[in-house]
């Protein structure tokens, strides 16, 4: 296995996971008042999802922090990135 093709499937995991955030997020939309206090009435659901997102980013950037360094990726590589994945998918 390349670390391109490491770094793709880890990057797809994260996104899923960061997308999977996102649909906790809703508000009652047109009609229901402005859309400031509809946030202010859900604050708790938006706060968690930024600390969430933060959390998986910084997991994801020194993921590939760590795969730069790789000289050749042998297959503990893909078991550990899975496992890495896993754990930041999880974290929600």
Same mark, same amino acid.
């Given at each position: 296995? @390349?670390?391109?093709?490491?770094? #793709?499937?880890?990057?797809? #995991?994260?996104?899923?996971?960061?997308?999977?955030? *996102?649909? &906790?997020?809703?508000? *009652?939309?047109?009609?229901?008042?402005?859309?400031?206090?509809?946030?202010?009435?859900?604050? !708790?659901?938006?706060? *968690?999802?930024?600390?969430?997102?933060?959390?998986?980013?910084?997991?994801? #950037? &020194?993921?590939?922090?760590?795969?730069?360094?790789? *000289? #050749?990726?042998?297959?503990?590589?893909?078991?550990?990135?899975? !496992?890495?994945?896993?754990? !930041?998918?999880? @974290?929600?």
């Amino acid at each position: 296995m @390349s670390r391109t093709r490491l770094e #793709v499937f880890s990057d797809a #995991v994260f996104a899923v996971a960061i997308t999977l955030l *996102a649909l &906790n997020l809703s508000v *009652a939309g047109p009609g229901h008042g402005p859309l400031l206090h509809q946030v202010a009435d859900h604050w !708790s659901s938006f706060v *968690a999802y930024l600390i969430s997102f933060s959390t998986i980013g910084l997991i994801w #950037v &020194n993921h590939h922090a760590l795969i730069a360094n790789l *000289a #050749v990726v042998d297959r503990s590589w893909p078991c550990s990135t899975s !496992s890495c994945c896993c754990s !930041s998918s999880s @974290s929600r």
